[in-house]
């Protein structure tokens, strides 16, 4: 499986910017898809989730709420992560994730992810 990240990019605050995530390489329709993200001298941390379970589900860090959207498309290969009301806070690199069979007590849990993106560069400047 192969995640594919792009829309990374440079803003100010209070910009906009999405994140897409596209996956190859197996269908990945009963996966939850998670974005995560690490600043410099940081650990990774948990931005957002979605998963099926009998209807779309989503999952966002109390840092990012209100803020971030997470959405998937029908087909369930790509994913976004619409980021508004961005503020310096928010730079860091941004990856995109995949987990199978993951519960909600699961989900902000990178370690539970069986797939990862390379990773995109997210920088707003004040």
């Known amino acids: 499986v192969q995640l594919d990240e792009s829309g990374g990019g440079s803003v100010q605050t209070g910009g906009s910017l999405r994140l897409s995530c596209t996956a190859s390489?197996?269908?990945?329709?009963?996966?939850?898809m998670g974005w995560f993200r690490q600043a410099p001298g940081k650990e990774r941390e948990f931005v957002a989730a979605i998963r099926w379970s009998g209807g779309m589900t989503t999952y966002y860090a109390d840092s990012v709420t209100g803020r971030f959207t997470i959405a998937r498309t029908n087909t369930r290969t790509t994913n976004y992560l619409q980021m508004n009301s961005l503020t310096p806070a928010d730079t860091a690199v941004y990856y995109c994730a995949a987990g199978l069979g993951l519960i909600t007590s699961r989900v902000r849990n990178g370690a539970a992810y069986q797939y990862w993106g390379q990773g995109a560069q997210v920088t707003v400047s004040s």
């Open positions: 390489g197996r269908t990945l329709s009963q996966y939850a």
